[in-house]
């Protein structure tokens, strides 16, 4: 049997008539990364102030490690960490001493564990550093440790790598992945670039205009992922002509699409298996081609289908 750490239903937050969470219903399986994604202002902040009761919901209803999320509240929230937007901490004290005062601050100061903390998020010879002196990403570690020191069995991420260079997404990337695959922690993680959560979600949400339009595993996502190919042509009106005299239909069979670079390929959407006719009949019309390319849509060419406007996360 399936144990779930978060499941809503109809969870729905409203801000007088603006409704910024529509009815979700969202399951968190223990032990699972789950990838929340969305434009800026999707609703993924609200939906997690909701799960943390730092804002009620209009309706609906909230389940914490299979209880509803206010029957015991001390003792739920005994076993969340969390991140919302940029973590806290006091400038001029080192990473040992600001999570020392959190320990305390919360009531259960155990030196063990804070040291624990930080050696799991590779922080430990840097203990005694000034928090003011931390890099962007020491910085986001360290609040991960601010999360994990109590030892919880869910953590909620809301942007946790937003703002990071490539050395410290993939530091973030390597630890939840850590924590979720070596400790059993589960993990809700909100984020708009798609690339990253891709790399460590077990599960995907999506949200768009406070919906939660879609709920999939990594093994669905990829049978979903659209095949296509690609041509580069001598001449793409003439190969496009061709293709339609040999039966096949524009927007419904091949797109004439423009690359980065502004020159235009046609691109095959259906019949992908004739790409080696299609071939020989554009070489045989005398038509060059340059390239022919099986290629996988990517995350962001998904969503962007999936959500139905052309937009770009990041």
Partial sequence: ?????IETENLTKKFGKDVAVNSINMNIEKGKIYGL??????????????LLNLSKPTSGKINLFGEPYLKHPQKTYSKIGSIIET?????NLNAYENLKIISKLRGNYNKKTIDEAL?????????????????LGMKQRLGIAAAIMHNPDLLILDEPINGLDPVGIKEIRELLKTLAHDYGITILISSHILSEIEHIADIIGVMDHGNLIEELSKEELENKLNKY????VSNIREASEILKKSGFKENMDFIIKKTPENELLLRLINHLNLRDEINEIFVKSGIKVSKLILCEESLE????RLIGDEIRFS
């Avoid at 973590?87 to 400038?91: A, D, K, Q, S, V």
């Fill in 229 to 232: 190919v690609d041509f580069e």
């Fill in 119 to 135: 050696n799991l998020v590779c922080l430990y010879d840097a203990k005694y550093k000034k928090f003011k002196d931390f890099s």
């Fill in 301 to 304: 060419e998904f969503f962007t």
């Fill in 87 to 91: 973590p806290g901490f006091y400038e």
């Fill in 37 to 50: 994604l969305g434009r800026n202002g999707a609703g993924k902040t609200t939906t997690m102030c909701m």
């Fill in 1 to 5: 049997m399936i144990e779930y750490a």
